[in-house]
């Protein structure tokens, strides 16, 4: 069974803070997103990446794909309260000839003013 | 607007009493799915659908049906509703199910079954 693994659960932050998040499995992924959850909606997406080693920035944030394509991490440049919210991974992997949408657990942070 | 809209939005229901959850996609979606959300657990995936008339079971499958009878509907049913389905539910759709598609969720329904 593959699974994801997202760290710190929760994350409290001053404003204007870096923070980094982390996604981790044992398990291959043939690609890797992230979402942004806020409350009383579903997740968007925020970024795809695909490369083992790829890195993507969208303004703030700065999102890497491990080398192995087993991990991922989220980074974010000076924290703003607007980035609040919950932030999922979710890996597209291949069992039996089918792919899935593994998604983890979650990171639920808070920003400060 | 390219849309997934789940209804309803909010519902209290009975043990046992049968429900259904309606999920409509706009965009033409082959791929279509249902997830839960709980604190803690993250999202898994009850029920999923490649195309019309196939579905199958995903991660958590017990207590729930489906159908794909037309490309933009995708109903979930819980014939006999327990305490423990008391969640958030998001259907979602995607192009396909290749890696690298977007998948885009519902706003949510919250069921509490008392």
Known sequence: ?113 | EAQVTQNPRYLITVTGKKLTVTCSQNMNHEYMSWYRQDPGLGLRQIYYSMNVEVTDKGDVPEGYKVSRKEKRNFPLILESPSPNQTSLYFCASSPSISPGNTIYFGEGSWLTVV
Do not use: M
């Open chain 1, 1 to 113: 069974t593959q699974l994801l693994e997202q760290s710190p659960q929760f994350l409290s932050i001053q404003e204007g803070e870096n923070l980094t998040v982390y996604c981790n499995s044992s398990s291959v992924f043939s690609s890797l997103q992230w979402y942004r959850q806020e409350p009383g909606e579903g997740p968007v997406l925020l970024v795809t990446v695909v490369t083992g080693g790829e890195v993507k920035k969208l303004k703030r944030l700065t999102f890497q794909f491990g080398d192995a394509r087993k991990d991922s991490s989220l980074h974010i440049t000076a924290a703003q309260p607007g980035d609040t919210g919950l932030y999922l991974c979710a890996g597209a992997g291949s069992t039996s000839g089918t792919y899935k949408y593994i998604f983890g657990t979650g990171t639920r942070l808070k920003v400060l003013a």
